[in-house]
């Protein structure tokens, strides 16, 4: 399901292992936003390790699940597309 995934992360050092955990699910698409196209399983998974990532006293993680009708309503003011890379890339085949 598409998933959109934002967060505020106070301390730089926990940021960063946000960010790049994040780059390993999905498309960077603002500052502290991430655009994933995820299984049920692959969320569960991604909201375990977020949650031991960050400090719930002072940090916050977001997830929208957006089902297909509400992703043909997103729109994109100014540069940058809605995400819709595949997670992988079929190569040869045959």
Excluded: W
Excluded at 34 to 45: H, S
Excluded at 74 to 89: A, H, K, M, N, T
């Amino acid at each position: 399901m598409f998933t959109v995934i934002s967060y505020d992360v106070v301390v730089d050092k926990q940021r960063t292992k946000v960010l790049k955990y994040l780059k390993g699910y999905g498309t960077h698409v603002q500052y502290s936003v991430f655009e994933c196209d995820l299984t049920a399983r692959q969320l569960a998974a991604v909201k375990r390790e977020l949650a031991m990532l960050i400090d719930r006293n002072t940090d916050s993680v977001r997830v929208y699940q957006l089902d297909a009708d509400v992703v043909k309503r997103v729109e994109v003011i100014g540069i940058g597309r809605v995400s819709v890379d595949p997670l992988y890339y079929l190569v040869g085949g045959g």
